[in-house]
């Protein structure tokens, strides 16, 4: 009886488990791979820095309105303390109205100006997003290589708890030492420390990631296969810069926008018109005058005198030497822009000749290490030349994961460095 009592408690506490972990799976976030277009896209709509940098082109665009809109009119009015006599009475105040027309074309040029102004600033918000796209790479695939070089930790730890069990078995059996079987648990020992540094790397990584994404630095980063991904990278061949680059088209609206400033230099030199009326409020005294008491209405029409002709000059020179250092500035810009990517492909074919090596090596060493689990085996090899080369293809299978993620973060950079910001 009471067994029977003993089996119905179980069955009913696994139920119970079944039925709790069930509801875990259920009601727990599904978390999906992301790829890397993917967290670009997160990155453009939501980073702060890429935000505020818009804004600030939204602020350079609402200047177009203000540099075209006209100068506010001129209202003054004035009262005479002591009223002047005029022959249909005396004038006891006066109200004067002006508007100010500067020369002709003056102000489509100004906006010209402030339209190239903020043109630059777009393309400033361009470059920084680009180069947003950039950091984003380097952060995925540092966090990828993590990712690839824990399952190879992962796999090396195997790999030692299958040594072991060998190790163990020909102790017993006395053709083993116990200071072999000693050696292989201090290695193993290692290996979890190795994966429990890997773990804080790996959220380190994922937190600046997430903070580029402007999101909680704990939200997960799920990565699929990273080994078919790191290894299935395409060499780009492309070998020179785009005319659109976002950095080369800042300055020339810059440029533009100081060719447009000696335009209005010399516009500036013109003068200025303005049109304006006049109201003279006449008091009625008992003249005896048809008109006596009549308000006094006068239009006006006056015109600036630029007869200062240094300052006009100067601002002539100014606008001149501005547009030639935004000239030499530009193409400075293009030569720094090809010097980056003749690195960024000199850097490429080192990494690939490293990687040649890597190759080479581990081919040798597993080899080697196939040969030396089977002469384990029959005890014609020593417990610490086994775990040596273990140990040795571990750092190079490092080695090689991180050069292929410095190889996809060079190949970002050489995109960053060809495309044309319209991505």
């Known amino acids: 009886m009471m067994k029977a009592k003993n089996i119905f408690l179980l069955k009913t506490r696994v139920h119970s488990f079944v039925l709790l972990v069930f509801m875990m799976l259920v009601s727990a976030p599904q978390m999906s791979a992301q790829t890397l277009a993917e967290l670009k896209q997160i990155s453009a709509e939501q980073n702060l820095e890429l935000k505020a940098q818009y804004k600030q082109f939204e602020a350079r665009l609402e200047q177009v309105n203000q540099a075209k809109a006209w100068q506010d009119p001129n209202l003054s009015f004035g009262y ?22 500067p020369w002709f074309g003056t102000y489509k040029v100004k906006g010209d100006i402030a339209a190239f102004q903020a043109e630059a600033e777009f393309q400033k918000f361009q470059d920084t997003k680009l180069k947003l796209f950039v950091e984003v790479s380097r952060q995925y695939y540092d966090l990828m290589a993590i990712t690839y070089q824990i399952e190879l930790e992962q796999l090396q730890l195997s790999n030692l708890e299958d040594i072991r069990t060998i190790v163990q078995s020909q102790y017993e059996n006395n053709k083993a030492q116990l200071i072999d079987v000693y050696r292989v648990d201090l290695d193993i020992d290692k290996q979890r420390n190795a994966l429990k540094v890997l773990d804080r790397q790996n959220a380190a990584l994922t937190a600046r990631l997430n903070q580029l994404l402007n999101r909680n630095t704990s939200v997960a980063i799920v ?57 003279a409020f006449i008091q009625n005294s008992n003249v005896q005058n048809a008109d006596a008491g009549q308000d006094a209405i006068m239009p006006m029409l006056s015109m600036s005198l630029p007869i200062f002709g240094k300052k006009n000059k100067s601002r002539k020179k100014v606008a001149a030497l501005e547009e030639a250092s935004v000239k030499l500035a530009l193409e400075n810009e293009a030569l720094e822009i090809h010097t980056e990517l003749e690195i ?23 080899d080697m290490i196939r040969l030396s689990e089977s002469a384990l085996a029959n005890t014609q090899i020593s417990v610490e030349e086994l775990l040596d080369l273990q140990n040795e293809r571990l750092m190079i299978e490092k080695l090689r994961v991180k050069t292929l993620a410095e190889l996809h973060k060079n190949q970002q950079l050489i995109i960053y460095l060809t495309q044309n910001g319209q991505q």
Not at 94 to 99: A, D, G, K, N
Not at 236 to 265: M, T, Y
Not at 351 to 363: F, G, I, N, R, S
């Open 80 to 101: 005479f303390i002591s009223p002047i006599e005029t022959r249909v009475g005396p004038q006891v105040a006066r109200l004067s109205l002006t508007q100010m027309f």
């Open 344 to 366: 960024a492909y000199f850097k490429r074919q080192e990494l690939m000749d490293v990687l040649d090596l890597y190759e080479t090596q581990l081919k040798d060493l597993n």
């Open 223 to 279: 990565i699929e296969n990273p080994k078919k991904v790191l290894e299935g990278i395409q060499m780009l061949s492309i070998d020179s810069i785009s005319s659109q680059h976002p950095r080369l088209k800042r300055l020339e609206s810059i440029k533009a926008s100081a060719n447009k400033n000696v335009i209005l230099a010399e516009k500036q030199n013109k003068p200025q018109f303005g049109v304006g009326l006049d109201y």
